[in-house]
């Protein structure tokens, strides 16, 4: 067209008077098409200024005159429609026509009003049918309908207007997002973010305190992983509280604020073996009595366990050499080969029992499904039970060497059960479903010291030859239990590594510790030393580490709580005998100091001797850091003595001083 081909010439180097020539011609081609579709009605004194504003607005060298004589003048005689006109021309104007309207008012973009009138045609779509619902509504009511029903019907259609509501006026900047749309985005807020995005608009504010993403929330940071989303009516209150716990359950830790219980048995018992889980406390005594402690509900039924008949019957009973505890049983290893199985729930006489040719070298119990394994020298039997509750031997094998240590392999219910065992300098892995357990790792004079398995690593310590005085020292190997390949090599002390613990800490750490006197933390992600503390000057016997404190215990007897970031010593607590059990959780810790000694010389244990008692014993401490502070009854022992208890002189006297209960002092005398 001719519009065009003068557009498509026309460059920045025009003359104005060449300017003035194009608006010119422009303006008549305009006007012939006006021509060609004559008005029927003369148009308004608003729509001639818009006109002219349109056509003439730009032009400002030309004169008032001419423009007064291009108006178009019509009489009102010949209509009276009035601006309906200059609405039906603006309907059948080309786009084209439109868009140099658009260019000559001077707008940049004109998209922009078709963008508006869209979103406008929608809203109004919106309301026709909300309207026609409410039109039908009103329509069956007239029909005769029972008021009840009508009212009903009415609420369920306010309830769908209030969701199509709800679904559609959710902002994003310029965009308006489906509700479930934008929940799925802002669950991968945290809580501060959240909270800012609470602040931006009421729509926001909604989306931002939804109950499903403070569910999300409380279960991402540990807490109530049971429950469900319909379990709590406002979970943005409960992680509240939770983190409130937390925090004073911490700050307990720190100041060693709470109650200490001593698992106390009777006299002539030495305690050999200890094993906790989900606040069950198992012990073995030389006398052969095994016993359950329920620390949540003290007076269970199930504290009591018997042996099996055969051993009950014999006149001197065997000592027990090994106990473990899960969920749901518990099992014990007897000096004679017999190994029983109890039930947490009842207790009561054994729910499964056999026999070995000798002593049993290790026991091992998997922590979350009813799995039990025991080594016999160098035989190793795997048993388990069926989902009818019933025990049976699934592996039997024989190994080259000893077995001097094994573990299962946690979280691994719906799987077959994998066993990692340490023979001499071998390590073993032992599935039922292969034929013969593989080879992990063998170094010829370089036995292993100790072993921990998780999920998918395994660790142990291995102990260098005497004559390799160029091999780095003592070290700990970590391997894939995937790819049975070797992940990462950590250590280098001259010490030995006396202890591991790899299934309890937190991802991507190891904690051990050595014959050095030290406790160390390890990046298994890089191979380096986080953490390195003097601990017990007789070597560390036992260890467990979570995200901000470390727990350990020596052969010296004292047990020591540290900080992990700035490795810093909080309290220590010291007994007689080496510490060889250390375990806690969020709020309870379980220590046990089990003397080397079981049969103990110069003095007779089984009188009524209670020094000499206590003196080889051992004994098993308790203590609940959930517990309310300012509570009588949860003050520690040590610091409730009244002066005559016999075994005084072995606590610190005056930490009794601010807490002395003397005959007629206290209100309850």
């Known amino acids: 067209m001719y519009i065009y081909t003068n557009l498509c010439f026309t460059n920045d180097d025009m003359t104005a008077n060449e300017l003035v020539a194009f608006r010119e011609r422009w303006k008549n081609e305009l006007n012939s098409r006006k021509d060609e579709n004559p008005p029927v009605c003369a148009p308004s004194s608003s729509s001639s200024r818009d006109d002219g504003d349109l056509l003439g607005q730009k032009d400002l060298n030309k004169p008032s005159d001419v423009l007064k004589q291009e108006e178009p003048s019509c009489t009102e005689d010949e209509g009276g429609f009035g601006g309906g006109s200059a609405a039906a021309e603006g309907e059948d104007r080309p786009q084209y026509v439109s868009i140099a309207h658009s260019l000559l008012d001077g707008r940049t973009s004109p998209l922009l009003d078709r963008i508006r009138q869209e979103r406008t045609r929608r809203k109004r779509q919106y309301h026709d049918m909300t309207s026609m619902c409410s039109a039908s509504l009103q329509q069956q009511q007239q029909l005769g309908q029972p008021q009840r029903k009508g009212k009903k019907e009415e609420e369920l259609v306010d309830q769908l207007i209030q969701d199509l509501n709800e679904v559609n006026d959710i902002p994003f900047f310029d965009i308006e997002l489906p509700y479930e749309l934008a929940l799925k985005i802002f669950q991968y807020l945290n809580c501060a973010e959240l909270g800012r995005c609470a602040q931006v608009s009421r729509a926001w504010r909604v989306l931002a305190e939804d109950g499903v993403l403070w569910f999300r929330l409380c279960q991402r940071e540990g807490y109530h992983q049971d429950a469900s989303v319909s379990s709590s009516p406002c979970w943005k209150g409960t992680l509240r509280d939770c983190r409130s716990s937390a925090r004073t359950v911490r700050s307990n830790w720190k100041n060693r604020v709470g109650s200490v219980s001593q698992l106390q048995f009777e006299l002539g018992k030495i305690l050999c073996d200890v094993s906790s889980c989900d606040g069950f406390v198992l012990a073995g005594y030389t006398s052969g009595d095994v016993r359950l402690w329920d620390t949540l509900h003290w007076d269970s039924t199930a504290s009591y366990l018997k042996t099996n008949g055969l051993s009950a019957n014999t006149h001197s009973r065997p000592h027990v050499s090994h106990v473990q505890i899960n969920s749901t049983v518990a099992a014990a290893s007897y000096e004679d080969g017999c190994v029983d199985l109890w039930s947490t729930e009842t207790g009561g006489e054994p729910i499964h029992h056999y026999q070995t040719s000798g002593r049993i070298q290790a ?307």
């Open 363 to 669: 026991l091992a119990l998997s922590p979350d499904s009813p799995v039990l394994v025991s080594a016999t020298g160098s035989n190793v039997r795997l048993d388990c039970a069926n989902h009818r509750g019933y025990w049976r031997t699934v592996c039997e094998t024989q190994l080259p060497k000893t077995v001097e240590s094994l573990t299962l392999v946690p979280s691994r219910a719906d799987q077959s059960p994998l066993v990692v065992l340490a023979a001499g300098d071998d390590v073993y892995l032992l599935n039922p479903q292969e034929e013969q357990p593989r080879n992990l790792h063998s170094v010829y004079g370089h036995p292993v010291t100790c072993l921990d398995a998780s999920d998918a690593l395994v660790a142990f310590g291995v102990k260098r030859a005497g004559w390799a005085m160029h091999d780095g020292g003592n070290k700990i190997h970590v391997y894939s239990l995937e790819t049975g390949k070797p992940t990462v090599c950590v250590g280098g002390s001259p010490g030995d590594f006396t202890c591991v613990n790899l299934r309890d800490s937190p991802p991507h750490l190891l904690v051990c510790g050595n014959k050095d006197r030290r406790v160390r933390v390890f990046d298994l992600r890089s191979g380096s030393s986080l953490v390195s503390l003097y601990a017990h000057h007789m070597g560390v016997a036992s260890v467990q580490a979570d995200e901000w404190k470390i727990v350990s215990g020596g052969d010296e007897g004292l047990v020591c709580v540290w900080e992990m970031r700035m490795g810093t010593k909080l309290w220590e607590l010291h007994n007689r005998h080496p510490v060889r059990y250390v375990r806690f959780n969020t709020s309870t810790l379980v220590t046990a100091n089990i003397p080397d000694d079981k049969s103990p010389r110069g003095a007779c244990i089984t009188d009524d001797d209670l020094t000499a008692h206590r003196r080889h014993r051992g004994v098993i401490c308790h203590y609940d850091f959930s517990e309310d502070a300012l509570s009588q009854d949860h003050i520690l022992p040590i610091c409730r003595s009244d002066y005559i208890d016999p075994y005084g002189y072995n606590y610190n006297i005056n930490l009794a001083v601010p807490y002395d209960r003397l005959s007629g002092s206290h209100p309850s005398h």
